[in-house]
């Protein structure tokens, strides 16, 4: 019996021990876990955590120091949050340079001139035809050709009576043709003159033909138009006398260190009219005058351009007749940063010159991009292209009929397909601001006078009218601006750490410290001490060793 007694009771015992065998491994594990947590709260070192694994500690405690390391980081995400999203948004800053660039850096501003005067009455009279048409007389076909194609440009006829009712719709090329023949001559009687940088010669030999909705126009320092369009072939009217091929110049890259002289476009180092441009005695023939094309203002329109730029008539001045206008330049000058070429152009906003693909143009600019934009809007929207726009393809060309229909286009186009053009800015681009003086040029007596000396030649000037232009920058240095990084990658790490280490007191050892004590130190702990005693916790190592 007492054999049988003792076998039940190491029986029994033997099931105790077995079963706290099962059980201690997972009280081991909380307390391993517990201990753990406790030595990581007490080494790590951002704010707060110690309270919540020191020993002793109530759970009120606890709980108070939760609350705060919980609200405190919300309030660090949310700002982490708003620097990120100002990161991504807003990337780009620009900012003066700290040093003042030369104007020798920089092209000259192209010069476009557009006379009010339309037609050679000798070659056909509008005013004529156009009365005849309003008095519902019959025109014969050159009549009606004639007026049809000069019509295109005198659109902008602001008398209450102009009607363009019953024009046609559409226009062949040779219609535009017509604009170009019945065109007066720049300088019929040469006594015009132009001077560069103090070099005077005849209009001819520095002037281009360029087309544009005013009809036949003069140009200075724009670059030719097969550096400018992808076809230009298709810029049917382009009749330029001179090749002027682009020389030691890009858009982004600007002039290399080679002579002023030998660039294109033109350039110069010096201020006022010894290095600007002249244009004196603008002539126009008296009986040239048509009161009825246009918007009854006579003399000149003249636009400053950018020379890549297609010129944009809207944004001209005039020279009157009789008067002289001078031009003082003020240039605007804005670069970009090396480190910024790396972001993509929704982020900086701008395009370098090689990153958006034109349709009609080779050399990206904002006003290229929207010329472009407003032709192919007009394409879609009047089924035809307006006579002066660059063209792509055989396409018809809007007539005097489809004027408000191309006017209307021209107003809601960015409205409409704004977002799909995308023009940014170019990341390099150039402005010239312009401050105007005009004065009446008394030029009638000079001749008298010299009439009477016998000094003067023998051209008749009673019914000419002459006026002068004169261009020039007004001060050899400027101060530009450049597109910086207003956060880069470093900025945005310094601004998150700080805001971790204000309100968490968190660091990237800090993040090393949680990586170590979740792997390197885990590992060692468990082959130092066991799976049963991984925590390294002395309590229980100790208990152990008891």
């Known amino acids: 019996m007492a054999s049988s007694t003792n076998e039940d009771h190491s029986k029994t015992q033997d099931k105790r021990s077995m079963s706290n065998n099962f059980y201690k491994p997972d009280n081991n594990d909380r307390k391993n876990l517990r201990y753990y947590f406790a030595q990581y709260c007490s080494a790590t070192s951002i704010h707060g955590t110690q309270y919540l694994g020191e020993r002793g500690r109530s759970l009120i405690e606890r709980l108070f120091w939760i609350l705060v390391i919980t609200a405190v980081s919300t309030l660090c995400v949310m700002l982490i949050v708003k620097t990120y999203k100002k990161w991504v948004t807003s990337p780009v800053i620009v900012t003066f340079a700290t040093t003042e660039t030369p104007i020798s850096n920089i ?56 009607d363009f009712s019953g024009y046609n719709d559409f226009i062949e090329d040779d219609g535009v043709y017509l604009l170009i023949t019945s065109a007066p001559e720049l300088d019929p009687i040469e006594i015009s003159e132009v001077s560069w940088k103090g070099d005077k010669k005849k209009p001819d030999d520095y002037l ?16 030719n138009v097969e550096d400018i369009l992808r076809d230009p072939e298709e810029y049917s009217q382009n009749v330029s006398k001179k090749i002027n091929k682009i020389r030691g110049w890009s858009l982004d890259g600007g002039y290399p260190k080679i002579s002023v002289n030998d660039s294109y476009p033109r350039r110069t180092v010096f201020t006022g009219l010894d290095g600007g441009f002249s244009f004196n005695a603008m002539f126009v023939n008296g009986s040239h005058l048509d009161y009825v094309c246009g918007d009854s203002l006579q003399g000149f329109k003249v636009v400053l351009h950018h020379p890549a730029d297609w010129p944009n008539l809207d944004k001209h001045f005039r020279v009157p007749l009789d008067e ?63 006579f002066y726009m660059p063209k792509f393809h055989d396409g018809p060309i809007c007539g005097p009929g489809k004027r408000k229909c191309i006017e209307e286009s021209k107003i809601n186009y960015m409205a409409v397909d704004g977002d799909k053009c995308a023009c940014l800015p170019s990341c390099t681009y150039l402005e010239y601001d312009l401050e105007l003086t005009q004065t009446n040029w008394n030029w009638h007596s000079a001749f008298d006078i010299f009439r009477k000396t016998g000094l003067s030649s023998s051209i008749e000037i009673d019914n000419v009218h002459l006026s002068r232009l004169v261009v020039y920058f007004k001060d050899m240095q400027f101060l530009s601006a450049e597109r910086h990084e207003l956060y880069g990658i470093v900025d945005f790490l310094s601004n998150i750490g700080g805001l971790l280490g204000l309100f968490i007191g968190f660091s990237f050892t800090s993040c090393i410290e949680i990586i170590y004590f979740c792997t390197l130190r885990l590992w060692c702990n468990y082959k130092k001490y066991g799976r049963r005693y991984w925590s390294g916790e002395p309590e229980l190592v100790d208990g152990k060793e008891e």
């Open 107 to 162: 092209p000259f501003p192209s010069i476009t001139i557009c006379p009010e005067v339309k037609t050679d009455p000798d070659t056909f009279n509008y005013t004529d035809a156009y009365v005849k048409r309003m008095m519902k007389k019959e025109l014969n076909y050159f009549e009606k050709t004639m007026e049809q194609s000069i019509s295109l440009v005198c659109q902008e006829n602001d008398l209450p009576f102009g």
């Open 208 to 223: 281009d033909f360029l087309f544009t909705r005013e009809g036949v126009c003069y140009n200075f320092n724009m670059l």
């Open 324 to 386: 002289a206008v001078h031009v003082g330049i003020k240039p605007r000058l804005t670069t970009i940063s090396d480190e910024l070429k790396s972001y993509s152009p929704e982020n900086r906003k701008c395009y370098l010159s090689d990153e958006k693909r034109l349709l009609y143009f080779k050399v990206y600019t904002q006003n290229n991009c929207m010329e472009e934009c407003f032709a192919n809007y007009t394409l879609k929207k009047c089924d035809c292209q307006a």
